[in-house]
């Protein structure tokens, strides 16, 4: 299964095997309580590519937590 990212640098939409990408949790302390934020990372050409995602999606994904 492929994942879309948008590069900056190519300034296109991009796909990236799921095998190469892995998953982040941001938080963020707020005067609220804890924010969380949910991440998929990877890598194309050299060139960091970050995108952000729903609870469920983060869950339905393979790939490795950092």
């Known amino acids: 299964m492929s994942i879309k990212f948008y590069s900056f640098?190519?300034?296109e939409s991009v796909e990236v095997d799921e095998s190469t990408c892995t998953k982040?949790?941001?938080r963020k302390e707020t005067a609220k309580g804890?924010?969380?934020r949910y991440g998929i990372k990877s890598v194309d050409?050299?060139?960091n590519?970050?995108?952000f995602c729903s609870k469920t999606?983060?869950?339905a994904l393979d790939c490795p937590i950092v």
């Open 9 to 11: 640098k190519k300034r």
């Open 24 to 26: 982040v949790i941001y």
């Open 34 to 36: 804890v924010q969380e």
């Open 45 to 47: 050409d050299g060139t």
């Open 49 to 51: 590519l970050t995108k």
């Open 57 to 59: 999606d983060f869950d």
